[in-house]
């Protein structure tokens, strides 16, 4: 029997558990990966890698898939203005795909018979973790000790005593998923429907006062300059913009939505540099696309969005839309300008080549240049036929 198995692995209470149960209770070689998608410092993972170790892994990696997380996603959730329920920017729960997908790959790469996650039976992230596995890997045990023995968090800890791990597992008052797109912060409040977060539960506190305007750059829809600084990479425009505007305790709401598992569910959040790049981005296409083009890339981009939430990431009709997505960004090109403030940020306007407001046909509710009256009264007249047919037919 293949007793190499890989843990998706996060130094957390629940993991940590399992490195110890599945290699002492279960007889499992354990190898320990942490797929880290930007929500990490060198600082933490050296501290989650020693503690592996600790446990008594076999070997531990680091799986840095942040590039290919923002190529593959967190692109297309920009150019979608992918909102879930127009607000939740689908911020750590996107990560959890890519970690998954990173996770499995390294498992067949060393040849493990089996998969283990530390997933509870509470959540999404289980169903993200299992979908992904299976359909990558199908071959590949899943298991999943923390989700089938239904343990304390007490039991746990007590177990890990009894063998001499010593930790500070004491649980914080809030839980806190920090991730390049956002960070997700769960407490006592998120599970009523009447409360919400105090301010001192988020991570990011007030610093700055007062305004600051901000140009930002895009290019074919995507995020490339601050102030006129060009960045080299996708993650860290999106960290440097996180650093500026999070001082302003910019970006932060709470999520109410339908879980994959069928009942619903609330957390806070904040997301400072996701939900600036997403408006921005939507006014500056506000200027650039036609009404139908904006039309069908929305209805699209909702799907997208669900499917995404929901751990479809492999249905090929998520590549099938990626596609019409991206083309609709050929004239997303120009600045958009964006003032911060205590809490909240305004957009204030954009500039670019491709503003159609620009095209001389005429300005909305003032001159008209390309047509006459004649003009409008028989257009009105041909466009009011159906609606006067209809009302002759059916008189009420």
Not at 34 to 61: C, M, P, Q, W
Not at 252 to 274: L, N, Q, S
Request: include cysteine.
């Amino acid at each position: 029997m293949n007793k190499k198995l890989v843990l998706a692995f996060s130094g957390g209470l629940d993991t940590s558990f399992c490195v110890k149960y599945l290699k002492e209770e279960k007889g499992y070689e354990v190898y320990t990966a942490i797929a880290n998608t930007g929500g990490f410092s060198d600082e933490e993972l050296k501290t989650i890698e020693e503690r592996a170790y600790k446990l008594g892994a076999k070997k531990h990696v680091t799986l840095d898939v942040t590039e290919e997380y923002y190529q593959k996603c967190i692109r297309y959730m920009v150019y979608g203005n992918i909102l879930r329920n127009n607000t939740y920017p689908i911020s750590v729960s996107s990560e959890r795909v890519f970690q998954a997908i990173a996770t499995i790959n390294y498992a067949k790469e060393i040849g493990a018979g089996s998969i283990a996650h530390g997933s509870t039976a509470a959540g999404n992230d289980q169903i993200r973790f299992d979908l992904t596995f299976q359909v990558l890997a199908p071959e590949i045990e899943i298991i999943t000790p923390t989700r089938d023995l239904l343990l304390s968090r007490q039991e746990e800890i007590d177990y890990l005593k009894k063998y001499g791990v010593e930790g500070d597992y004491i649980k914080n008052q809030y839980s806190i998923n920090q991730g390049l797109w956002g960070t997700s912060v769960g407490g006592k409040e998120t599970l009523t429907s009447n409360t919400n977060l105090p301010d001192e539960a988020y991570p990011s506190q007030l610093e700055a006062t007062g305004e600051k305007l901000v140009e930002l750059g895009f290019v074919k829809g995507e995020l490339k300059s601050i102030n006129g600084q060009t960045y080299k990479s996708g993650p860290d425009i999106i960290r440097a913009l996180e650093t500026m505007a999070s001082k302003y305790a910019i970006g932060r709401d709470t999520h109410v939505g339908d879980t994959i598992i069928g009942i619903k569910g609330r957390v806070g959040f904040e997301a400072a540099a996701p939900l600036i790049t997403i408006k921005a981005h939507h006014l500056l296409e506000k200027h650039t696309l036609t009404k139908w083009q904006s039309y069908w890339k929305e209805q699209l981009a909702n799907w997208y969005g669900m499917f995404l939430h929901e751990a479809q990431y492999h249905e090929p009709v998520m590549r099938n839309m990626e596609k019409f997505i991206e083309d609709t960004q050929g004239n997303v090109t120009g600045k958009v300008f964006v003032k911060l403030k205590p809490y909240h940020f305004e957009l204030q306007g954009i500039e670019s080549d491709h503003d159609l407001m620009n095209s001389g046909f005429g300005e909305y509710g003032e001159t008209a240049t390309a047509w006459t009256a004649d003009d409008i009264k028989g257009f009105t007249k041909i466009m009011s036929n159906s609606l006067k047919i209809y009302n002759s037919v059916n008189k009420k």
